[in-house]
T-cell receptor, first 115, second 113 residues
Framework: AQTVTQSQPEMSVQEAETVTLSCTYD???????LFWYKQPPSRQMILVIR??????QNATENRFSVNFQKAAKSFSLKISDSQLGDAAMYFC????????????FGKGTKLTVNP | DVKVTQSSRYLVKRTGEKVFLECVQD?????MFWYRQDPGLGLRLIYF???????EKGDIPEGYSVSREKKERFSLILESASTNQTSMYLC????????????FGSGTQLSVL
């Protein structure tokens, strides 16, 4: 079974600085998707960024970028120029390309942004 | 924008009660999901549905059932609530087989006393 591991239960960063959240996963599949979701205090889960495993280029969405290392099964999220609104729980998630639609989530990392 | 609406934000029930959690999506999505979220455990899939009247067990279906009589509505049922079912429940939907993006509701915090 696929598993997703987030080894940092909590992280903090100063406003305007850069922070990296770690995620590793385990799968025997060759084609899959990886995601980072953000859950602010409002509890609404918001998709931050996604990566297709067949793409070598790392995904980027404005201040958010990933470092996808397929061989190492690593998928870290980098947040640049951190803002107070970035404070939230961040979940890494995996989904196989075919068959089941199930997302497998990590346990989450709570990010605090200090002014 | 897709809207996924969960009927209650907070709910308090007694042990042994039958509990219904309702979820409605307004974008004609085929797939709907129920997750529970617990501190330190992340999100765990309870049940999901690919179509009306179809359902499949997720990773932790014990103590739960679901109903999908209409495409837009997916209900989670706790037949006899227990204190270990105190949790945050999140509903989600997605468009189709190749859709990788889930849209989530705002969650229902259920307390079973």
């Amino acid at each position: 079974a696929q598993t997703v591991t987030q080894s940092q239960p909590e992280m903090s960063v100063q406003e305007a600085e850069t922070v990296t959240l770690s995620c590793t996963y385990d799968t025997s599949e060759s084609d899959y998707y990886l995601f980072w979701y953000k859950q602010p205090p409002s509890r609404q889960m918001i998709l931050v960024i996604r990566q297709e495993a067949y793409k070598q280029q790392n995904a980027t969405e404005n201040r958010f970028s990933v470092n996808f290392q397929k061989a190492a099964k690593s998928f870290s999220l980098k947040i640049s120029d951190s803002q107070l609104g970035d404070a939230a729980m961040y979940f890494c998630a995996y989904r196989a390309q075919g068959g089941s639609e199930k997302l497998v989530f990590g346990k989450g990392t709570k990010l605090t942004v200090n002014p | 924008d897709v809207k996924v609406t969960q009927s209650s934000r907070y709910l308090v029930k007694r042990t042994g009660e039958k509990v219904f959690l309702e979820c409605v999506q307004d974008m004609d999505h085929e797939n709907m999901f129920w997750y529970r979220q617990d501190p330190g455990l992340g999100l765990r899939l309870i049940y999901f549905s690919y179509d009306v009247k179809m359902k499949e067990k997720g990773d932790i279906p014990e103590g739960y059932s679901v109903s999908r009589e209409k495409k837009e509505r997916f209900s989670l049922i706790l037949e006899s609530a227990s204190t270990n079912q105190t949790s945050m429940y999140l509903c989600a939907s997605s468009l189709g087989v190749w859709s990788e993006k889930l849209f989530f509701g705002s969650g229902t915090q259920l307390s079973v006393l």
